[in-house]
Nanobody, 119 residues
Framework: QVQLVESGGGLVQAGGSLKLSCAST????????MSWYRQAPGKERELVAR???????VYADSVKGRFTISRGDAKNTVHLQMSNLTPRDTGVYYC?????????????WGQGTQVTVSS
């Protein structure tokens, strides 16, 4: 069973930055697709950014130019550098992963980390 553990959430003022990290508890399998989703209160969960072992990263239009997704040095880790944050970025951020690079929404989810941006 693959478990994903997120870290780095918190409270930040508008215009500030945060870096989220996600790591898998198991490295026997390679997670070729790793993504970040977020869910704001009363809204559906949405894709923020995705990175695979092939192709270029994918970003939601709302975060392009402000967020950067990257693989960590350790296997099965992913980071999300968030800059110029706005209150609309507030929500619970979830890490998602899949073994296949062709899978968009993987079977593995983290428990979520809260990001709150104050105005």
């Amino acid at each position: 069973q693959v478990q994903l553990v997120e870290s780095g959430g918190g409270l930040v003022q508008a215009g500030g930055s945060l870096k989220l990290s996600c790591a898998s508890t198991r490295t026997v399998v390679t997670l070729n697709t790793m993504s970040w989703y977020r869910q704001a209160p009363g809204k559906e969960r949405e894709l923020v950014a995705r990175i695979t072992s092939i192709g270029s990263p994918v970003y939601a239009d709302s975060v392009k130019g402000r967020f950067t997704i990257s693989r960590g040095d350790a296997k099965n880790t992913v980071h999300l550098q968030m800059s110029n944050l706005t209150p609309r970025d507030t929500g619970v951020y979830y890490c998602n992963a899949a073994v296949s690079a062709a899978t968009q929404i993987g079977a593995y989810w983290g428990q979520g980390t809260q990001v709150t941006v104050s105005s």
